[in-house]
């Protein structure tokens, strides 16, 4: 270690960042004074911070993150997740629910700290914007600036730890982590890779892979690659938006390169866990795919693949006249999925007041660049 410590002391510091928060070389008490030094002035921390936090009046916290170029990221807090009555999920920045048949362990915790829990989902961003290009995405319209390194990931996640709530009668506590900010995670593979291993690694922020979920447009060999680096046990939510291909290419360019028919057959070959379901998310888009017509044809090509749906009513972003249909549309789809034996469940959204969709606060008055990622056929 070039600060002239020894290898454990490697460790030592690893600890002190991820499972303790500490970022200041000078506060890691069990470390040699002269490798504090030496740390501090190699400028250990400072990877990212909170430049601005809003928080919504249901409790839901959007933190800007800055990262040492200036360019910033968003991260949302969303506390209660896996706590609601059924069929009325909450939602963070389009999260994966807590699936309560998934955590068993869940009672034994809230019981130990004598403390009522609440569990908190965090939603973290994997790239500055995206070069997916959807059409009713914030970070789509805006481009991709930039990867996110595995480091800058991971910040988030100390950096929303830092600002639960911990006084008072409830004691909020990190349960599950989304990758559904910013950016197309499978499209930066490695670092998200790097990531997911650092945030599982019993020494650090120690989650279990089975609370992490990574959402995709539908990436197919880093779907394959995702299920056999994690043996599946990562949790996956695809973002499906339409059943059939042209009206997906429509909304979502990465569809020519990946049509759907590869699509299903990529999450059949996802090593699931038993018990596990694949979460689908659609947006729903008035006009464009939430049609009766669609979700007839949705119910046909997910027969026989263990999911659950997740209909989001889309969210106004700036540059775009899109829009949500009447949620009388919104009932009678979900209803027809329901009629058909899926899981169904609307969205509600969280933290509607502080822009909490996908990629808005951090890019709240940037100029829409539609250039999109179309790889060569
Ligand atoms: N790139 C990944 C993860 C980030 S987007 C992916 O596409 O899955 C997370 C989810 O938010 C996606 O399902 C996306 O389609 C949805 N989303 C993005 N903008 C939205 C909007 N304006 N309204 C509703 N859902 C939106
Ligand atoms: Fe990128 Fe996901 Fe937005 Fe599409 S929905 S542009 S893949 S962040």
Redesign the pocket.
């Known amino acids: 270690m070039r600060a002239g410590g020894r290898a454990f002391h490697g460790k030592q510091v690893f600890k002190w960042i991820h499972a303790r928060g500490v970022t200041d070389p000078l506060a890691m008490t069990d470390l040699p004074v002269n490798v504090r030094e030496s740390l501090g002035s190699l400028g250990l921390s400072g990877v990212a911070q909170i430049t601005t936090m809003r928080r919504a009046l249901d409790g839901t916290r959007k933190l800007l993150v800055s990262m040492r170029d200036g360019l910033t990221v968003e991260t949302v807090l969303i506390p209660g997740v896996g706590q609601s009555p059924k069929g009325e999920l909450p939602s963070p920045?389009?999260t994966e629910d807590a699936d309560a048949s998934a955590m068993p362990d869940d009672d034994e915790e809230e019981a130990e700290t004598g403390k009522s829990v609440v569990r908190v989902t965090q939603c973290i961003s994997t790239q500055v914007g995206?070069a997916?290009g959807?059409v009713?995405?914030?970070?789509?319209v805006a481009g991709l600036k930039r990867n996110m390194d595995a480091g800058e990931i991971i910040a988030q996640v100390l950096l929303g730890r830092s600002m639960l709530d911990s006084d008072g009668a409830e004691s909020e506590q990190l349960r599950n982590v989304v990758?559904?900010?910013?950016?197309?995670?499978l499209h930066n593979y490695a670092n998200t890779a790097r990531a997911l291993r650092l945030l599982t690694h019993p020494d650090g922020i120690g989650l279990s892979s089975r609370r992490i979920t990574v959402?995709?447009?539908g990436l197919i060999p880093e779907i394959a690659r995702l299920g056999e680096d994690f043996g599946g046990n990562i949790g996956l939510?695809?973002?499906l938006?339409a059943a059939d291909d042209e009206t997906r290419s429509r909304l979502m360019p990465i569809n020519r390169k990946y049509p759907l028919d590869a699509l299903m057959n990529a999450l059949r070959a996802y090593p699931l866990p038993r018990r596990r379901r694949i979460t689908i998310?659609y947006?729903l888009v008035a006009g464009k795919n939430d049609s009766l017509d669609e979700a007839r044809k949705l119910a046909k090509l997910l027969r026989g693949l263990p999911v659950k749906i997740n209909l989001?009513?889309?969210?106004?972003?700036e540059h775009s006249t899109l829009g949500p249909p009447d949620f009388s549309g919104v009932l009678a789809f979900q209803q027809l999925l329901v009629d058909a034996g899926y899981s169904c469940f609307i969205r509600r959204r969280r933290g509607d007041d502080v822009s909490a969709?996908?990629?808005?606060l951090a890019l709240l008055g940037a100029k829409p660049k539609i250039k999109s990622f179309l790889p060569p056929k």
Not at 136 to 140: D, P, V
Not at 179 to 185: I, K, R
Not at 357 to 360: I, N, P, T
């Open positions: 920045c389009y995206c997916m959807c009713f995405c914030a970070s789509g990758l559904m900010g910013m950016g197309e995670p959402s995709t447009s939510a695809i973002s938006h998310e947006t989001i009513p889309m969210n106004p972003i969709a996908c990629g808005q």
